[in-house]
């Protein structure tokens, strides 16, 4: 072929244009595989472990609700089944929050404390033969922020709350953009000049009858960090994220862990509800000035049709022990991810170190002809020094990396 694009030489050729087409696309292809590969343990560690903690937190809530509901149904039989209907809907509000729901702790904690408040008013405070009208238990909900049943307690409840599931929520959605940004550094879409290199590179020496002969090292780092230069850019806010996780992590342990807040909530209710007890007939006056005296319908309690065996037989295993086992499982997960800190950085000398270019001091392919060494100037990482790569034109930034470059700096902030 004469009219080649790329692969044109003095020498004879043996490669048409449709070959050198084909070819082109292979050198792509060649690349992404090789991309994928490198990345395909660091991907599997994120992705693995984000679904393991997703999980655990999963078997915290159910396991938080069972406490809860457990409490209501041995102390309290008489109102454990409207009570328990509340807890449901609060412990989905806490998986709703965790996993990526735009909704307040304040909000949900202060909406189970209002509409338990009917309940313990009809059941313990005030108990008579009927119970409360739905006007009465819709104006003691109202009320309940001002009439403070339960003293300090949803507000301690409150601060409990986003303590702990804030940064839980956050780790998680930190883990999936860290899987965001693989998958988008591994299906990057490559410039017309950097597939001409690519090409050149690897298939072109082909048309020569060459086909065992691998690129110099110094001519794989200039095409592959001119093909990579936006990922290069990454670099610094991967290195961000990681430290950023790792500062994280150390602020889901301990009093504030998340383990430690949710198996604690059965207690924090009982003492709530152990206040409004004691203090039964100060809030009866509070609620006769507010809402009237009762106004009662036909008593309708079923008794407790929470079934504790159920769940309980599963739960079993995830004792205090677990929250060691948790907290270790972070730690491991870290220490495994600092490994992959200078990830970015450093993959083209990955790619062309283990794949791509010929051993020290062998005979190696320079673009044109196969030589002893490559002769041009080496250029860095990153788009500023590629203004000298001679062998591959960088233009801009790929749109597409800076947008994961910013979501990056968006999950460092917050």
């Not at 008013?121 to 238990?137: F, K, M, Q, R």
Request: charged share 20%; with cysteine.
């Amino acid at each position: 072929g004469v009219d080649l694009q790329v692969c044109a030489s003095k020498n004879p050729t043996c490669c048409t244009r449709k070959m050198e087409e084909r070819y082109q696309t292979a050198a792509k292809q060649d690349i992404l595989q090789v991309l994928q590969t490198s990345s395909a343990a660091l991907k599997f560690l994120i992705s693995r472990n984000a679904a393991a903690f997703q999980e655990t937190f999963e078997m915290l809530i159910r396991l938080a609700e069972n406490y809860t509901s457990t409490l209501f149904c041995n102390a309290y039989r008489t109102m454990a089944a409207e009570a328990t209907m509340h807890v449901q809907e609060f412990f989905t509000d806490v998986g709703l929050f965790l996993f990526g729901t735009d909704i307040s702790t304040e909000e949900f904690v202060n909406r189970f404390f209002d509409t338990l408040f009917p309940v313990v008013y009809n059941h313990v405070i005030n108990p008579g033969p009927t119970d409360i009208s739905l006007e009465y238990a819709e104006c003691l909900r109202v009320a309940r922020r001002d009439i403070k049943p339960f003293g300090n307690i949803p507000k301690n409840a409150i601060g409990q709350m986003g303590r702990s599931l804030l940064p839980s929520r956050t780790f998680l959605q930190a883990l999936n953009l860290g899987i965001e940004v693989i998958n988008t550094t591994d299906h990057l879409r490559f410039s017309k000049a950097c597939s001409r290199a690519l090409l050149r590179m690897q298939y072109c020496p082909h048309c020569q009858g060459l086909t065992l002969s691998k690129p110099c090292m110094g001519y794989c780092l200039n095409t592959i960090r001119g093909c990579l230069a936006d990922v290069a850019e990454v670099d610094l806010h991967w290195r961000g994220y990681i430290q950023s996780l790792e500062e994280l992590s150390g602020a889901l342990s301990g009093a504030h862990s998340i383990e430690h807040v949710l198996l604690n909530f059965h207690s924090l209710v009982r003492d709530a509800l152990v206040q409004a007890r004691i203090n039964g007939p100060e809030l009866s006056e509070q609620v006769n000035k507010i809402c009237g005296p009762p106004v009662r319908k036909p008593k309708q309690s079923p008794g407790c049709s929470f079934d504790q065996n159920r769940d309980n037989q599963g739960l079993k295993t995830f004792s205090r022990d677990s929250e060691e086992a948790f907290a270790n499982r972070r730690k491991e997960f870290i220490s495994h991810l600092r490994l992959y800190r200078a990830f970015y950085g450093g993959l083209a000398d990955q790619l062309c170190g283990n794949e791509l270019a010929a051993a020290d001091g062998l005979p190696c392919w320079n673009g044109e002809d196969v030589v002893r060494s490559y002769t041009h100037r080496v250029v860095g990482s990153g788009i500023k020094a590629q203004s000298a790569n001679p062998e591959v034109q960088v233009k801009g930034t790929d749109p597409v990396i800076s947008q994961i470059i910013d979501k990056l700096k968006h999950v460092i902030q917050v």
